[in-house]
């Protein structure tokens, strides 16, 4: 009885392995293209809002090839933490600006991969975020911002 629950457990994860298109860069990219405008341009206003946009980087990130896999997760989590900020709380807006700051690099070496290999060059599609450390907001207590240069 032990080994055909092992072996149909191994079918399992073999036809569970299947239906991952993970590291498939064709369709990632042709998922990009059919959703250029959606990701570099989203319109967040309601949590539903929010909710379709993650369901929309979650299903084009089943196919994300696996030299931007990691970057895809960090880009993708900061969109999920933000989607995690509660009205009005300040400790959770801090959690989603640092995360989407932590993601920067990631983000701009999946818009690298993207155009390299896709051929689409997503910063001509929406607007590009940029850290403009003179519009940040500031924390209590602490010493004000000075701008160097």
């Known amino acids: 009885m032990l080994p055909a629950l092992a072996s149909a457990l ?9 239906n991952d298109d993970r590291g498939d860069s064709e369709a990632f990219c042709t998922d990009v293209q059919a959703n250029a405008e959606a990701m570099m341009n989203p319109q967040l206003a309601t949590q539903a809002d929010a909710d379709d946009y993650l369901a929309m980087l979650d299903e084009t990130g089943r196919r994300v090839p696996l030299a931007i896999e990691e970057d895809w997760d960090v880009y ?4 999920r933490t933000a989607g995690s900020v509660a009205p009005g709380d300040g400790a959770s807006a801090e959690r989603a600006r640092q995360a989407a700051f932590a ?10 991969w993207i155009s390299t290999n896709c051929g689409l060059d997503l910063a001509t599609v929406g607007p590009v975020v940029t850290y403009n450390p003179a519009a940040t907001t500031t924390v209590p207590g602490a010493p004000p911002a000075t701008a160097e240069g």
Request: aromatic letters at 4%.
């Open 103 to 112: 993601a920067q690099e990631s983000a701009l070496a999946v818009l690298r």
């Open 76 to 79: 993708v989590g900061a969109y």
């Open 10 to 18: 191994a079918l399992g994860v073999v036809l569970g392995a299947c």
